[in-house]
């Protein structure tokens, strides 16, 4: 940094047009950094929501807001705005009643006869009262009976014969020497994964309780039923995932302390693959990498992949396999595009302000810069409009192609011609200057989701369905102690959130997937009976 007589001494031979020049530089850095503060504090203390009301989008009275249809039909901003108008108090669901019915009592009344008259009995009052009950954890106990008859043979030895119970008929156990169920591992990662809790707040739960299981016990528990019968699993998977037409993928941050402790080492990553909506094997897989490296896409999607690739901006994905067609995400451009228009705080709140007293246009027209950036967001949003009304129709890929073909891809060559305007209008600096760049390196990917019906508009599926619950979760477990543990963190996140993806109960399915793989064995038959996306699975599995 340099000293207050270095600066002065640096810049008191400048001209006056130089000193212009650098103080505008000056300024442009000033701008830039105040707009990276104001977007770091709204990530970390702003509300999440990047929603632009539809009713915003006509400050430009522009034609291609109305839906091109005949008059009888109505366009989707006039149905959002007519459900406004005439939105309803919604009705208070009271969910307790939706439990089952375990317990009935009847009740009667003391006399049931009025002078030797006996009554008729009428509507009775069902008074319902919901309960908790406490998971139990027990130990059962199988007692294979021994029997043993000694005799003497003619020779004059002395023999003993024991019958007891075959071994195809005792209990197999999930780990040698072990007396854990299917039901304990499956409890205990649910708990981690899907709700998030580390092992150390299990075992203090428990030890609460009074079972005294340690946190190292219900660790290693864990790790072993994952590496014995889960990565056989996983393998199956991924070889039909190396078949799948759209494959979504993201990938994110994962600390590995073995790792990290290791000088000059990066934080690892989590890679997430699923498969697209229409899809018939729904599946989510991940898997765990030392690095960030495009050599790893050829460990998950092998060198064979005929499908689509669906991602965000990453150099690796488009760099994979040149032939394959790649999608890219317009939910991430049009972020770029919102962190923009918000990353001017001043000017923002002035909007909001202005909003409220219906003077929203003459900040509009006060803030050019503003309104541009503000109206390339309203443009995207009518991409998204399209993609909504079509998952209303339940619209199957071809009708998709042809509705994008014919409404979207207008709107698409708008964007880009907006996007040049943006480009040779404005500084290519800040906020504004990366989402213009990004736009427009990302044009090709963006524009190929027109070309297939099976392709979505956005990455939201991977991010959503797929890195969001690893995320949360990561939130609470922080890191794993070693790259082993990473390893299986992966695997269980695939089964739980393929499960779910599946309409499954996550727990009761792992339980079951155990208990299959200890009962019989880890063939190819058996593996696939016990598939997340199997029609073989018992309905007691899926959700209500």
């Not at 993928?249 to 990066?266: A, H, I």
């Not at 595009?337 to 006060?366: H, N, P, V």
């Not at 199957?396 to 708008?414: L, Q, S, T, W």
């Not at 963190?489 to 792992?510: G, Q, T, V, W």
């Amino acid at each position: 940094m340099e000293t207050e007589a270095e600066f002065k001494q640096k810049y008191s031979s400048l001209t006056a047009d130089q000193m212009l020049d650098a103080m505008y530089q000056m300024y442009l850095a000033n701008c830039s950094l105040k707009e990276r503060i104001n977007s770091a504090r709204r990530d970390k203390f702003g509300s999440k929501s990047e929603h632009v009301s539809v009713e915003q989008l006509s400050l430009f009275n522009e034609a291609e807001f109305v839906a091109d249809h005949s008059s009888d039909e109505v366009s989707e901003p006039q149905q959002k705005l007519e459900t406004k108008k005439t939105k309803q108090k919604k009705s208070r669901k009271d969910h307790l009643k939706e439990l089952p019915v375990k317990k009935r009592t009847d009740l009667y009344p003391e006399s049931t006869e009025v002078d030797g008259h006996k009554m008729k009995e009428i509507a009775p009052e069902v008074i319902r009262i919901s309960h908790y009950q406490r998971a139990e954890y027990y130990t059962e106990e199988i007692i294979c009976h021994r029997f043993a008859y000694t005799f003497i043979t003619e020779e004059g030895e002395e023999k003993t014969i024991i019958h007891e119970v075959p071994k195809e008929k005792k209990p197999k156990r999930m780990i040698k020497n072990s007396p854990a169920s299917p039901e304990l591992p499956a409890h205990f990662a649910y708990e981690k994964y899907i709700l998030g809790l580390p092992f150390d707040r299990i075992a203090k739960h428990l030890s609460n309780n009074g079972i005294p299981l340690s946190k190292q016990y219900i660790c290693q528990l864990v790790i072993h039923c994952g590496e014995k019968y889960l990565k056989a699993v996983i393998d199956r998977m991924t070889a039909d995932l190396r078949q799948c037409h759209v494959v979504n993928m993201d990938e994110t941050e994962l600390e590995v302390l073995e790792w990290l402790q290791k000088e000059g080492r990066q934080a690892c990553r989590i890679w997430g693959a699923l498969t697209g909506p229409f899809e018939k094997k729904q599946m989510a897989l991940f898997f765990y990498s030392k690095t960030r490296e495009q050599s790893f896409l050829y460990e998950i999607l092998g060198t064979q992949f005929h499908g689509i690739i669906q991602s965000d901006g990453y150099q690796a994905y488009t760099n994979y396999l040149p032939a394959l067609m790649k999608v890219g995400c317009m939910s991430h451009a049009r972020r770029k595009f919102f962190d923009a228009m918000t990353a001017d705080k001043e000017t923002y709140s002035a909007f909001k302000k202005a909003k409220q007293k219906g003077e929203k246009e003459k900040i509009l027209r006060q803030y050019p810069r503003f309104a541009d950036t503000f109206k390339m967001v309203a443009k995207m949003d009518k991409l998204f409009d399209i993609e909504r009304s079509l998952k209303a129709e339940q619209a199957d890929p071809e009708r998709i192609k042809e509705v994008r073909n014919e409404k979207a891809r207008p709107i698409m060559e708008e964007i880009q011609e907006y996007n040049n305007y943006l480009k040779v209008t404005y500084l290519q600096t800040g906020k504004l200057g990366e989402a213009v760049t990004y736009l427009n390196n990302q044009w090709e990917y963006l524009m190929n989701y027109l070309k297939d019906g099976e392709a979505a508009l956005s990455n939201n599926l991977a991010e959503r369905e797929g890195m969001k619950p690893i995320v949360l979760a990561r939130k609470n477990f922080l890191f794993a102690d070693t790259e082993r543990g990473a390893t299986v963190s992966a695997y269980y996140f695939s089964i739980l959130i393929s499960a779910k993806l599946n309409h499954l109960d996550p727990e009761k399915y792992l339980a079951y997937l155990f208990r299959e793989l200890t009962e019989h064995d880890l063939s190819p038959k058996s593996i696939e009976r016990i598939l997340p996306y199997s029609d073989q699975l018992p309905d007691t599995l899926r959700v209500r």
